[in-house]
């Protein structure tokens, strides 16, 4: 009896202790007084940095750089970041998307408040997408975290590796987990992509140690739809270090500027829609049209979609022909789909965007999330041919492609045009770098094996072009 009753003392003292711990409030002072409470922080390292949406297939993970070295100083009182790295390519050159560079490439990524801006020698350039989700990344750091927790009226539930205390701050909902050691070992939250809709983005920090007064991770990966987006080895850090950001007039002034889309006529019945940084190409049929490329994003797509029904009304769009899975080429896939168009792709893609499309989509839904339909594909493995009422456009998978797997161009035959992604691009700056050659020179190689007879390339980046250009890149 006497044990019985001692047993419920315990259980008395320790219940309520057990429930206290599942209030947010204690849990993020705990986390606080644990890792040391700062106002601004500074961390160093090394480690490497991925491209997003640029894989070599659809299966693989994004595409690797070496950061040579990376600096972050975060002041959460005024919501400024400050990140500053230098990349280089792995050698031997590694596969996949995203501008290849020669030699080291810096960046300096910053955002005040809702400002964003890079800064670029001594001019800023406004960065005026990235604002919302630089903001966002402050909140993801463990000391971030915690602090943007307190101000949102954070909750927390036991769950797996601790602690889950969740808050929302504007439209995203982030979710910590403290571990037992009152560490923040995780953040999660999700952003939109075009392409995988609500985008998770999992952070996740390991090896606390303590740097002057302060914990602070020695590793920090973070995945971004499933795969790394950063790693990074820290092997400093400096509590309360000072980040003074004035806003450049420029990122204060500078808005997102309205989507423009261009029309130029290649020949009769076809059209290179430019205006942006990505181009498409309209091919007219007897009843209907086909659009060769959906790059960026819905906005993009909506505004393209708009000038095809200008130049050309009454046809609908029965085809989207889809040169590569790469996210700047394909986020505006699904507005065809929803537009009631067939979209052709490499047969490689076609069980990667049945997967990716099925993600929900709350924070940015589109047409297609509005009003769901099955999406129908023709799926390419060889030559296909789009023949009817006297027009004949040609698709050929590449050979020996190093920036996608799935890479297909487009040939117009009575026209002599060529069009093609990433390979070659016009003027040259529009992409450089040893690399990108290198593509150069197989994209040639890919005309010549097929014997094309091509007089002028439209390339998806850039302004159209007379062959002999690609000629004189691949053969110097
Ligand atoms: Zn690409």
Do not use: C
Not at 71 to 92: A, F, H, N, W
Not at 132 to 137: G, N, T
Not at 197 to 218: A, C, L, Q, W
Request: glycine share 8%; net charge neutral; charged share 20%.
């Amino acid at each position: 009896m006497t044990r019985k009753f001692t047993g419920l003392v315990v259980l008395l003292l320790v219940v309520p202790l057990s429930l206290a711990a599942q209030d947010a409030k204690t849990v993020l002072q705990a986390a606080s007084k644990a890792m040391g409470d700062v106002k601004s922080i500074q961390y160093s390292g090394t480690g490497h940095l991925y491209a997003l949406g640029q894989a070599y297939s659809p299966t693989s993970a994004w595409p690797q750089n070496n950061i040579m070295s990376y600096t972050r100083t975060i002041d959460y009182g005024s919501r400024s970041s400050k990140e500053e790295l230098t990349q280089v390519e792995p050698t031997p050159p590694r596969v996949g998307g995203a501008a290849p560079f020669a030699g080291e490439q810096k960046q300096i990524n910053l955002v005040s408040g809702q400002y964003a801006w890079n800064q670029i020698g001594n001019a800023p350039q406004p960065a005026v997408a990235t604002a919302e989700e630089r903001q966002l990344q402050i909140w993801l750091t463990p000391h971030g975290f915690l602090t943007a927790a307190m101000e949102n009226n954070a909750t927390a539930k036991k769950g797996s590796g601790g602690t889950i205390v969740s808050f929302t701050a504007g439209k995203f909902k982030i979710n910590g987990t403290i571990d037992n050691q009152n560490m923040v070992a995780k953040t999660d939250t999700w952003i939109a992509n075009p392409v995988l809709g609500d985008m998770p983005v999992e952070t996740i920090y390991s090896g606390y140690r303590n740097f002057n007064g302060v914990k602070f991770p020695t590793m920090i990966i973070q995945k971004q739809g499933g795969y790394p987006v950063l790693d990074l080895a820290v092997t400093s850090v400096e509590p309360n270090a000072s980040l003074n950001l004035p806003v450049p007039e420029a990122a204060r002034t500078t808005t997102l500027p309205p989507v423009k889309v261009t029309s130029q006529k290649l020949a009769d019945g076809i059209w290179f829609l430019a205006g942006g940084s990505h181009n498409s190409v309209l091919v007219e049929y007897p009843t209907y049209l086909v659009m060769i490329e959906a790059p960026l994003d819905e906005a993009r797509s909506t505004a393209v979609i708009a000038e095809a029904k200008k130049l050309v009304p009454n046809k609908p769009i029965k085809y989207l022909i889809n040169t590569h899975h790469h996210f700047d080429h394909s986020g505006g896939v699904r507005t065809y789909v929803a537009e009631g168009s067939t979209i052709i792709t490499n047969e490689i893609n076609k069980a990667y965007y049945e997967q990716v499309w099925k993600a929900p989509r709350t924070l940015e839904p589109d047409r297609l999330a509005q009003n769901p339909k099955k999406p129908t594909f023709i799926t390419i493995k060889e030559k296909y041919t789009l023949a009817d009422g006297g027009r004949s456009l040609e698709i050929y998978p590449m050979e020996g492609d190093t920036h996608n797997s799935g890479l297909m161009m487009a040939y117009l035959p009575k026209e002599k045009i060529l069009v093609e992604a990433d390979d070659f691009s016009w003027p040259a700056g529009t992409r450089s770098g040893p690399r990108y050659h290198a593509n150069n020179v197989n994209l040639y190689r890919n005309i010549q094996r097929l014997k094309l007879d091509v007089k002028t390339i439209a390339p998806l980046h850039g302004e159209p072009v007379p062959v002999s250009e690609l000629e004189k890149l691949a053969t110097s």
